[in-house]
């Protein structure tokens, strides 16, 4: 019961949060000079060779037909009304498609690709950090730190600008800037092969995302090793002759991974980032290079509504690691109950 | 047939000259640093293609398995009576071989098919590869100086002007079909004009009223029709029916659709009557989009009944199919390089060195065929006092219309090093404004240049009471008053334009003048430009010939050039600028190419001697293509008349068989 009340708490208090999001996204977005039509213009202009003035009466046309003329508060409300009463988030002015549509084919791309390498990024980063602590001042310690330090010290992009000019110019790679081969493509139904063709595509955001990720789980799962280990009721355990390996599994683990735990909805928010800044450097379609042509495209409710998707995700990813920190520690629910 | 390249003749011209007419404080332009291996040779008119019966026609062996089958109609039914025949001579390797697989990269998405309502497909030559248009203007970077007497011939095969010039009648090719067999004829041409052009609740690309003034269209059989205007106009109006503006779409299936013939339908449901999922669609051009999967590929088919052959009568095109990955503009570079698409611009000088080489090893993938010198930058200075936000801006817009204050800006300015700043090698060369090197049209001896020379600039400064009256190291306007500072907006999406900046940020204040560089995206840029928000502007702007960007580069209409647009309906005009509007006119009216060459000339000599804009260098653009890929003809520029996609013309490229790609649909054809 008490686990339920902390939950439709933390619920109701992420309500606002999100309104408070929606009107931060598409005032971010708003904020940018220039709107949908003056990029149009901007881009046909330098393919036609049309001038503006050719263009002007097409392009005041089209900002009152998509509503770009009325004031931004009118813009604001119409756009909100269409999420909460139809789940609208409104029209993609490039793709001529709705909003949905659009980020609906490269949500999930992303958020699939973030909890790969955040799952797999967490497990290796566990792993290496109990090996580190367990062989401390080592050399499989040393490694393991050093491994960590550079995909803490390395940004993302300059690894991804490394590999794309490997692959592009070193290796002739032919797997870049898509999730698949034209062959596969037009393939619609699961093959090993198709799956081992994406693998081909997107490694490059799986390595330098788990490299990335576990650096920092490593890191603290080892000083919490560290710590735990030198705590009183292992030494007590250790005086009732279990084994080494049931000190460190049974009793040490456990409880040097709540901080590990605890900090899973943060790294999910990393994990994101990450992926989709690795994606915009190597032209994969994911979320990242969408918004990054939303942006300079002024397409500005794909750009909110991905602000508003991501932000919205990130809000349930921490909501869940909090209720899984409380499941797995009652001091958690306690805590939180007894402040009020 | 043919004569001297572009570069070859500045070369003889300038070593030839000896005296200038006028602008005796001026230089030549020196002769350009040659681009090691560049050689090509212009063509007559004539020497492209043609429209005629030959004696007998062939098709890739799949359609003549379906003829055998029964389910397409033969060859000879297919193909118009008169194809459009590809002249073997002008093709740099010859007679290709059918099959494979042609790849292209872009960075935009399909709005949805049809182009007739303003819709674009996503840019990148997709568009172009559908959308067939009366006339040409790509393949024109490739003829001869005094055979640029127009755009080349397309769907209209032939076209003549009455006496007086305000009758222009048009004959298409005759017999011509849709890809799914439908008949093109005028009521595609009526339907584009009266139902899309004309109709202003449609967002066609020609806008109503925009070809000339009364300009009425009459149907006079089905394969001939007529443009009548309210007063005479010339050939070069006939430019405007190329791509983009001139490309009609099929009556049959979006007649039914708009709300003239429908009472049911809408203007906006018209707009997406061929939506972009929603394949494959009739197309004139050489491949039929078959297939579009979001984000991901758009893959055409070749057009079965497509209407232009070789010399040896084989129906092209070569390829049978051709592939758009929708990825990102930087990615279409990236896998052009890594060999995973067969074609990219390269714009962009700082990558040219890295770029030759790699193509240069033996298992590169890609070749890097530059082009003559046809990217320019500039710096143009505000001469018009809109969107300027105080007396300062007034003031230094006044002293802008000074000849003497763009001389010495000019003479401040070491191209060379800017050149060098940009990208080493012998890319760069000094450009002092007007057409550019690679131009058809280039005449040295009427080009004139400020060279650098920081006596004569400081001379010029000083003449104009420029001193530093506060001692801070910047002239002072000549009252004494405030810092001469100029603001000058730049694409700061452009790195070989923010370099160029910022080397004549430390020239110019050598010579006492501060620039504040701004840097705004894309977006803003263009805004800020046309609105006149800026006193200065560093900015690429081809100029290859008088009727393409000619807005950008002459006063030839009220908002025309952005740095000098007309306030409250008039026009303040420096005094060379009406003479310049002039040549513009005389090119455009005459069709005596003797007549249109000395017009280019005029246009060179004003706007170089008057520095109309302060050139700082041009230099060529590349072509990244695939070393499979035959025909891709030396020389062909990026852009000069239309974009490469078009220059190249991409229905006559080829791949030796045992080179070709497996196609992703052999066999297939669009089924509608």
């Given at each position: ?340 | ?466 001193k530093d009256s506060d001692g801070n190291g910047i002239r002072n306007m000549a009252d004494g008053g405030a810092d001469i500072e100029i603001d000058v907006i730049f694409n700061s999406g452009r790195n070989e334009t923010r370099k160029q900046l910022d080397a004549i940020t430390s020239q110019l204040g050598e010579v006492g003048i501060r620039v504040i560089s701004r840097g705004l995206d894309k977006t803003n840029f263009e805004t800020a430009l046309h609105g006149g928000a800026f006193n200065a502007v560093l900015n690429r702007r081809n100029f290859p010939t008088p009727t393409r960007r000619s807005c950008y580069n002459m006063p030839i209409a009220g908002n025309c050039p952005a740095f000098h647009q007309e306030q409250d309906g008039k026009r303040d005009f420096l005094p060379f600028e009406e003479d310049l509007a002039e040549a513009y006119r005389t090119f455009v009216a005459t069709t005596d190419g003797a007549e249109k060459i000395q017009a280019t000339r005029d246009i060179q000599r004003l706007i170089t ?64």
């Amino acid at each position: 019961m008490a686990l339920l009340l902390y939950l439709l708490k933390r619920i109701l208090v992420s309500i606002p949060l999100l309104i408070g999001i929606s009107i931060v996204s598409f005032a971010l977005v708003i904020a940018v000079p220039g709107d949908f039509v003056d990029s149009w213009l901007s881009q046909t202009v330098a393919q036609t060779g049309l001038t503006h003035a050719e263009l002007q009466d097409q392009a005041d046309a089209m900002r009152i037909k998509l509503g770009l003329d009325k004031s931004l508060a009118h813009q604001y409300f119409i756009w909100l009304k269409g999420i909460v009463f139809s789940g609208d988030f409104g029209q993609s002015f490039v793709y001529s498609k709705p909003v949905t549509e659009v980020i609906g084919l490269r949500l999930p791309r992303t958020l699939g690709l973030a909890l790969v390498t955040l799952i797999v990024g967490q497990l290796i980063g566990v792993m290496l950090g109990i090996y580190a602590a367990t062989h401390q001042y080592k050399l499989g310690d040393t490694l393991a730190t050093l491994v960590a330090f550079f995909g803490i010290v390395i940004p993302k992009f300059v690894m991804s600008l490394v590999i794309l000019y490997l692959m592009a110019y070193v290796w002739n790679s032919s797997y870049i800037g898509s999730l698949y081969s034209p062959e596969f493509i037009l393939q619609e139904h699961f093959s090993f092969a198709k799956m081992w063709d994406f693998f081909l595509h997107v490694w490059p955001i799986l390595f330098i995302s788990i490299w990335a990720g576990q650096a920092y789980t490593t890191r603290m799962m080892r000083g919490n090793l560290l710590d735990v280990m030198n705590a009183q009721y292992i030494e007590t355990a250790r005086a009732k002759g279990l084994s080494r390996g049931k000190v460190l599994f049974r009793h040490a683990v456990p409880n040097a991974l709540h901080p590990v735990i605890m900090n899973m909805g943060g790294r999910f928010d990393y994990m994101v980032k990450g992926e989709i800044e690795i994606a915009i450097v190597m032209g994969i379609p994911t979320l990242g290079p969408l918004i990054l042509s939303s942006v300079t495209e002024r397409d500005m409710y794909v750009l909110s509504a991905i602000f508003l998707l991501i932000s919205g995700l990130l809000v349930v990813g921490n909501l869940l690691a909090d209720f899984a920190l409380a499941l797995l520690d009652p001091r958690v629910r306690r805590a939180e109950f007894s402040k009020g | 047939m043919t004569a001297l390249t572009p570069m070859k003749s500045v070369l003889v011209a300038t070593v030839c000259s000896v005296a200038l007419t006028g602008g005796a404080q001026a230089d030549l332009l020196p002769p350009e640093k040659d681009l090691s291996g560049l050689e090509y040779e212009t063509i007559g008119r004539g020497d492209l293609y043609d429209y005629r019966a030959l004696d007998g026609y062939s098709e890739a062996p799949f359609l003549a398995d379906m003829v055998a089958g029964g389910t397409l109609p033969p060859l000879a039914d297919r193909l118009p009576e008169e194809p459009l025949v590809f002249k073997t001579g002008a093709m740099s390797d010859g007679i290709g071989e059918y099959g494979g697989v042609f790849r292209h990269v872009i960075g935009g998405r399909p709005e949805g098919w049809n182009w007739l309502a303003g819709q674009h497909q996503g840019w990148g030559g997709i568009n172009m590869a559908i959308q067939e248009c009366l006339v040409r203007q790509g393949p024109r970077w490739q003829i001869k100086a005094e055979d640029q007497t127009g755009p080349l011939p397309n769907l209209a095969k032939s076209w003549s002007w009455n006496d007086d010039n305000t009758q222009l009648t048009m004959t298409l090719i005759k017999g011509a079909k849709w890809s799914d067999g439908d008949a093109f004829d005028t009521e595609d041409i009526r339907f584009w004009w009266e139902d899309n052009v004309e109709d202003k609740n449609v967002a066609a690309r020609l806008k109503a009223g925009s070809l000339a003034p009364g300009a009425k269209l009459e149907i006079l059989d089905e394969a001939s029709f007529r443009f009548t205007f309210d007063e005479p106009q010339s050939e070069s109006l006939v430019e405007r029916l190329a791509y983009i503006e001139g490309c009609p779409g099929p009556s049959h299936v979006l007649k039914p659709l708009h709300p003239k013939y429908n009472s049911e339908a809408t203007y906006e449901g018209y707009t997406q009557a061929m939506p972009a999922d929603n394949l494959p669609i009739p197309v004139m051009g050489a491949w039929v989009p078959v297939l579009h999967k979001a984000d991901e590929l758009v893959v055409m088919r070749r057009n079965p009944f497509y209407w232009k052959v070789d010399e040896t009568g084989q129906q092209l095109p070569y390829y049978n199919e051709m592939h758009f990955r929708l990825s990102t503009w930087d990615d279409r570079t990236t896998q052009a390089v890594a060999g995973t698409g067969d074609f990219s611009n390269m714009e962009n000088p700082a990558n040219y060195v890295a770029a030759l080489k790699e193509s240069q090893s033996d298992d590169a993938p890609v070749t890097v065929r530059f082009g003559q010198r046809t990217l320019a930058w500039r710096m143009s200075l505000n001469f018009s006092d809109i969107g300027a936000e105080d007396d300062v801006d007034l003031g230094l817009r006044d002293l802008f219309r000074e000849l003497d204050f763009r001389k010495a800006v000019s003479h401040a300015l070491d191209r060379d090093a800017i050149g060098q700043a940009v990208a080493r090698g012998p890319f760069a060369h000094p450009y002092s404004g007007g057409l550019v090197a690679g131009s058809s049209y280039f005449d040295s001896e009427s080009t004139f240049y400020f060279p650098y020379d920081m006596d004569k600039a400081n001379a010029l400064l000083d003449g104009l009471g420029l001193k530093d009256s506060d001692g801070n190291g910047i002239r002072n306007m000549a009252d004494g008053g405030a810092d001469i500072e100029i603001d000058v907006i730049f694409n700061s999406g452009r790195n070989e334009t923010r370099k160029q900046l910022d080397a004549i940020t430390s020239q110019l204040g050598e010579v006492g003048i501060r620039v504040i560089s701004r840097g705004l995206d894309k977006t803003n840029f263009e805004t800020a430009l046309h609105g006149g928000a800026f006193n200065a502007v560093l900015n690429r702007r081809n100029f290859p010939t008088p009727t393409r960007r000619s807005c950008y580069n002459m006063p030839i209409a009220g908002n025309c050039p952005a740095f000098h647009q007309e306030q409250d309906g008039k026009r303040d005009f420096l005094p060379f600028e009406e003479d310049l509007a002039e040549a513009y006119r005389t090119f455009v009216a005459t069709t005596d190419g003797a007549e249109k060459i000395q017009a280019t000339r005029d246009i060179q000599r004003l706007i170089t001697e008057n520095v109309y804009v302060i050139g700082t260098i041009q230099a060529p653009a590349a072509l990244l293509v695939n070393r499979r890929i035959r025909n891709a003809h030396p020389g062909t520029p990026v852009y000069m008349f239309q974009w490469a996609e078009d220059a190249i013309i991409r229905e006559r490229l080829w791949t030796p068989a045992e080179q070709q790609l497996d196609e992703l649909m052999p066999g297939k054809i669009a089924e509608y």
